[in-house]
């Protein structure tokens, strides 16, 4: 469903096998060799946890080593990820051409625990404005999609469940969003999460080393 201009929702397009290896590969990244973390944003820890692949993203800046962290260089991006970004974008899109060009080289992946909230923000760290793809798995929440504006209205709440998929591109690419709420034991079963959320998101940085 296509929410937006580029804005285009998969709902359930994650079997629960593949959710539950992905929540797997998750707690993987989350234990090393960078531990996932609470960034600080302007003196405050974020209520969401954050750990990457490829790129290392602290507010405002990426890095290939965790100076904020633990200095250690983060993993490389798995080539299957690659693979999976462009199938999702091709889905998306219908334009095998688009989903061949597009080169994620960095996720973030966010925990959320059932207190997490993430404000309406814009994802500017990146010089490339290729398309964001977003994976759910756990925990529903109720995310905010808004306008290029500003935080404000006109927003639309939407429900992300576990398996949903999203790629903002196009103008949703710098539309401010946010994560309202997430929706206590509403996980699925077999989904390999028991309680809270992950989200990872692939990006193209647009840098080179
Ligand atoms: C999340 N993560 O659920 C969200 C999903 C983040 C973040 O916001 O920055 O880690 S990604 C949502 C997103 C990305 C890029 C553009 C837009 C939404 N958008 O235009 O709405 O943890
Ligand atoms: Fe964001």
Redesign the pocket.
Known sequence: EEIAPG?VWLPGWLTIPQQAWLARQCAQWAAGPVPIRSATVRGHPMS?K?VCVGWHWRPYAYSRDAVDVNGQRVVEFPKWMVRLGRRIVADATGDEDRALAYTPDTA?I?F?DVQAR?GM???KDEKSLAP?V?L?IGDT?T?R??NTENRNRPYRDIA?ASGDV?V?GGP????????QKIHAESAPDGCGVEHG?W?I?MRETGFAD
């Open positions: 804005a969401v954050t973030l966010n959320y993430m923000h814009q994802d964001v977003s759910s929440c995310f999609f808004g992300l999203f903002f949703s690419r710098l539309a401010f969003h946010g994560v959320r989200n998101t």
